[in-house]
């Protein structure tokens, strides 16, 4: 039986994250994926650093971006090459500058969440996009939360997730409810001299994977753990990721 509206606003409240009825066109996403995947490529390159410093600000490595120029609206992409806990990951911020195409995108799925998530919407409205190139990246971030900060992310996989290998997002059902595990487990870190935000063993009997067609919608509330898996060598994922934050 088909979820309804009101479902997805409840999984999301007692789960954590939840995965929508609707989702976008798959064979327009899966397009667009292949030539991002493929631009990516040239703006890493070395060889054509003069010519792709003109169109993005890039960075690799510790080296990142500034905060602000992440959360404020910004003239060009932000292309950062991560080489710390995602190895080879990609994190564009900004991307529609970069490829126009994925505003429709980004429009679409604002208005899928409005649609399925009305009460949700009230409270939250989307601040910013980034988008998540992942190729070859076998190495992530083991199970963390992302801040004491209300906020949660769309996902829009914008190629097929199938299994494993395609490196698919994980979530620890319901850990966004355990405020005191989360302060306990903070304090344990800090006497280990661990990210904060780390939790190097969730209850797995919780863990969820997250499967799905290029198109798949999902939301995530980032207060609880969470992780992408490390990928099979060969396989990419390529994924929008929407900031929605309290208003
Ligand atoms: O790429 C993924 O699947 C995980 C992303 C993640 O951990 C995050 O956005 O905080």
Redesign the pocket.
């Known amino acids: 039986m088909k979820a309804r509206a009101g479902d997805r606003e409840r999984e999301l409240i007692n789960s954590g994250s939840t995965v929508l009825n609707g989702g976008l066109d798959r064979g327009k996403c899966k397009n667009l994926a292949s030539t991002i995947a493929r631009e990516v490529q040239i703006l890493l390159d070395p060889s054509e650093s003069d010519e792709n410093a003109a169109i993005a600000d890039i960075f690799v490595g510790s080296r990142g971006p500034s905060k602000r120029s992440l959360e404020v609206e910004h003239e060009r992409a932000i292309v950062h090459l991560r080489l710390d806990n995602?190895v080879g990951?990609v994190d564009v911020a900004h991307p529609a500058k970069l490829w126009p195409e994925l505003e429709l995108l980004v429009q679409q799925t604002v208005r899928q969440v409005r649609t399925e998530m009305p009460n949700f919407c009230e409270k939250h409205h989307h601040t910013r996009t980034n988008l998540?190139v992942?190729q070859n990246v076998t190495e992530?971030?083991s199970w963390?939360f992302?801040s004491w900060r209300p906020t949660h992310?769309v996902?829009v996989y914008l190629t097929d997730v199938r299994d494993s290998g395609d490196?698919?997002?994980?979530y620890i059902l319901g850990s966004q409810r355990k405020h005191l595990n989360r302060m306990l487990r903070m304090i344990q870190n800090r006497r280990l001299g661990l990210d904060l935000r780390d939790a190097p063993d969730p209850d797995y009997s919780m863990e969820s994977e997250i499967l799905g067609p290029a198109g798949t919608i999902f939301i995530s509330n980032?207060a609880g753990y969470?992780?992408?898996?490390p990928q099979t060598p060969g396989r990419h994922r390529l994924?929008l990721?929407l900031r929605y934050e309290v208003r």
Do not use: E, L, S
């Not at 490196?167 to 994980?170: Q, S």
């Open positions: 995602d990951m998540y992942n992530t971030r963390h992302d992310k996902f490196g698919p997002y994980r980032q969470h992780r992408g898996t994924a990721v």
